[in-house]
C-alpha cells in the first residue's frame, strides 16, 4: 500500500485533481453546465466538490448539484423513471452501489471509456472497485464507501469477540438489559445485507459468476443458523424484527446494548450525544462466523454514472473523474463522514484524524463482498427479506431450499415481489 507522505503527496494529488477535472482553455461558448443528480450531504462536502472541480476546470463546465431525496429507494425511483424517459439532462448520477447491473443492463448510464477507467482504478482498494463493475466494464465510478463494525462496550467486555458464537455466548452472560447484540434485522434492505455478510463470510453466496442461484448448502445453513442464535438469544433485542441502523444506535446510547453492527456514523453520534458513555466506546472488526475465515462486510457507498442521454457525456465524464479525486474524497470524509475509496488515503493525517480507527475500516473494505451483482437484484433482496423473516422463525435446515426457489423466481421474475 502506498502511503501519502508530506509535501510531495499534496503535489501528485494537486496534479491529479487538475487532470481529473479536464483543464485546458475555457469553453468558447461559456462553460457547460452538467448536472450532478444527488442527494446533498449535510455537511455541504458535495457542493464544495462541485464549486472546487467547476473552478478547477478552467471554464470548461460548471457542475451543479440536482437534489434527490435522502432515501437511496426514492432516488433511484425518480432516476429510473426519468432515465426510462431518456432524460438529457441527467449528466451525473450519484449511483448506489447496487444498481450497477440494474442501470447498465438497461442502458442507462454509458461504461467508462477503457483508459480512463484504468486510470481511475489506480490505488483503489480492489473490493471498493468490483461495486462499480459489471460484465468486465466500469460503469460507475468510485466515489465513496461504507462497511459496518463491531461497537462494544470497553467496561462491559474486556476483549472483543472474534466469531458471532462468541459474542452471543459473552453477552448472555452479562447483566439483563445491558447485554443486548444489535443488528438489522427488520425487513428491508439492511436485513439482505446482513444474511449476505454471513453467507460470504462462510463461504458461500448468493449467485454464482454467471447470475445463477448458489446459496451452497453449508454456508447458508451456517448463515441462518446466526441469525436464528441471535434472535433466540438472552441477548436478543425485544424490538430487534423491527430494528434498522438507527434504532440499534439508540438502544446502545441508552445503554441496553454490549454490542452493536453498525456503520462508522456512529462513533460521532455517540461522541455528541453520549459523552459519559463515549470513553467505554470499543471498536473492532466485524464478527467472523467461522474463526479461521475473515469477516466478508458487505460493502455500500455510492459511485459516479454518466447518464447515457445526456448532451455533453465526455464533458461529463471529465467532471465525474475530478468528483473522485483524492482531494475530493478528503473533504466527503472529514466534512460528512463517507469513507475514501483510494487505500493510500487511510494514512493520511485528515482521515486518520477523522476516523481514529481507520486501520480497521481499510481491513473491512479490503476484505469485503458485494451483494448479487444482477439487473435483478431488487427483487433478490425482497425474496431474502421475505423468505427468512421474522428471524426468530428462521429453520436452518429447510429454509434453504425456500430461499434457492424464491431467489431463482426473482432472477427469472416469476410472479410479484
Given amino acids: 500500500m502506498r502511503t501519502l507522505r508530506g509535501v510531495g503527496a499534496l503535489v501528485v494529488i494537486g496534479g491529479l485533481l487538475a487532470a481529473g477535472c479536464g483543464g485546458g482553455a475555457s469553453?468558447?461558448?461559456?462553460?457547460?453546465?452538467?448536472?450532478?443528480?444527488?442527494?446533498?450531504q449535510p455537511g455541504g462536502s458535495f457542493a464544495e466538490a462541485a464549486?472546487?472541480?467547476s473552478a478547477a476546470s478552467n471554464g470548461k463546465y460548471t457542475i451543479t448539484v440536482q437534489p434527490l431525496p435522502s432515501d437511496a429507494t426514492a432516488q433511484r425511483e425518480q432516476l429510473v423513471r426519468r432515465l426510462a424517459a431518456h432524460d438529457s439532462t441527467i449528466d451525473l448520477i450519484s449511483m448506489d452501489v447496487i444498481w450497477t447491473a440494474e442501470f447498465g443492463e438497461a442502458g442507462w448510464v454509458d461504461p467508462w471509456p477503457k483508459s480512463r477507467a484504468d486510470q481511475i482504478g489506480q490505488g483503489v482498494i480492489p473490493a471498493v472497485l468490483k461495486t462499480g463493475q459489471y460484465k468486465n466494464r466500469m460503469y460507475a465510478a468510485p466515489l465513496d464507501t461504507a462497511s459496518q463494525l463491531l461497537w462494544y462496550r470497553k467496561d462491559l467486555v474486556k476483549?472483543?469477540?472474534?466469531?458471532?458464537?462468541?459474542?452471543?455466548?459473552m453477552a448472555d452472560q452479562l447483566p439483563k438489559n445491558k447485554n443486548w447484540i444489535e443488528v438489522q434485522a427488520a425487513r428491508y434492505e439492511g436485513y439482505t445485507v446482513w444474511f449476505n455478510t454471513l453467507l460470504e463470510s462462510a463461504g458461500g453466496s448468493i449467485l454464482t459468476k454467471t447470475g445463477k442461484v448458489a446459496l451452497p448448502t453449508g454456508p447458508t445453513e451456517a448463515a441462518l443458523k446466526v441469525i436464528k442464535d441471535v434472535a433466540t438469544s438472552k441477548a436478543a433485542d425485544p424490538s430487534m424484527s423491527n430494528n434498522q441502523e438507527d434504532q440499534g444506535r439508540l438502544a446502545f446510547e441508552a445503554g441496553n446494548a454490549a454490542f452493536m453492527v453498525n456503520y462508522p456514523y456512529v462513533y460521532a453520534s455517540l461522541k455528541a450525544d453520549k459523552p459519559?458513555?463515549?470513553p467505554n466506546l470499543?471498536?473492532?472488526l466485524y464478527p467472523r462466523v467461522d474463526a479461521n475465515k475473515p469477516a466478508k462486510v458487505t460493502l455500500g457507498g455510492f459511485n459516479i454514472g454518466v447518464g447515457a442521454y445526456g448532451k455533453h457525456k465526455s464533458v461529463a465524464f471529465d467532471a465525474g473523474t475530478c468528483l473522485g479525486q483524492p482531494e475530493q474524497q478528503v473533504l466527503y470524509a472529514v466534512k460528512d463522514g463517507l469513507p475514501p475509496v483510494s487505500q493510500a488515503l487511510y494514512k493520511?493525517?485528515?482521515?486518520?484524524?477523522?476516523?481514529?480507527?481507520?486501520?480497521l475500516l481499510l481491513q473491512t473494505f479490503s476484505d469485503g463482498s458485494t451483494r448479487p451483482v444482477s439487473p435483478a437484484y431488487n427483487d433478490i433482496s425482497l425474496a431474502v427479506q421475505r423468505t427468512i423473516h421474522p428471524p426468530s422463525s428462521i429453520n436452518p435446515t429447510?429454509?434453504?431450499g425456500a430461499l434457492r426457489s424464491k431467489v431463482d423466481d426473482a432472477i427469472h421474475?416469476?410472479?410479484l415481489l
Fill in 413 to 415: 421474475s416469476r410472479g
Fill in 27 to 40: 469553453a468558447s461558448n461559456g462553460p457547460v453546465e452538467i448536472n450532478w443528480y444527488t442527494a446533498p
Fill in 159 to 169: 476483549t472483543p469477540p472474534k466469531t458471532w458464537a462468541e459474542m452471543i455466548q
Fill in 348 to 359: 493520511d493525517p485528515r482521515i486518520v484524524k477523522a476516523y481514529p480507527y481507520a486501520d
Fill in 276 to 278: 459519559k458513555l463515549f
Fill in 51 to 53: 464549486k472546487a472541480c
Fill in 398 to 400: 429447510s429454509d434453504v
Fill in 282 to 284: 470499543g471498536i473492532a
